[in-house]
């Protein structure tokens, strides 16, 4: 079972950077796509961004564009999530999880990793 536990998250001011990763680990029958997701307090997890793992695309939500950029090290199968120009409304839980093949749900979830924004 893939596992992928989160860390770099912290408390930052307005307007700062964060750069959390997931590092892939544990049985593995191949990963079609990482992703990165948000819940946020009293609210639902909503996906953030990814990337196909193979090479390829590496998409986000369009409230994160130009602000979050994602990047993966695929000799380290860890993925990385460069958050900058940070919001109050960027903060909760950051979860990263896999997608094994384009059709299957995303799996692997860790504890994720906690971001606080203070203006």
């Known amino acids: 079972q893939v596992q992928l536990p989160e860390s770099g998250g912290g408390t930052v001011q307005a307007g700062d950077s964060l750069i959390p990763s997931c590092t892939a680990s544990?049985?593995?029958?191949?990963?079609?796509?990482m992703g990165w997701f948000l819940q946020a307090p009293g609210k639902e997890r909503t996906f953030v961004g990814g990337?196909?793992?193979?090479?390829?695309?590496?998409w986000s939500a369009d409230y994160v564009k130009g602000r979050f950029t994602i990047s993966r090290d695929s000799a380290k199968n860890t993925m990385y999530l460069q958050m900058n120009s940070l919001k109050p409304e960027d903060a909760g839980l950051y979860f990263c999880?896999?997608?094994?093949?384009?059709?299957?749900?995303?799996?692997?979830w860790g504890q994720g990793t906690q971001v606080t924004v203070s203006t």
């Open positions: 990337t196909i793992w193979g090479g390829g695309n590496i």
């Open positions: 999880a896999v997608k094994i093949t384009k059709s299957s749900d995303w799996s692997g």
């Open positions: 544990g049985r593995r029958f191949g990963t079609y796509a």
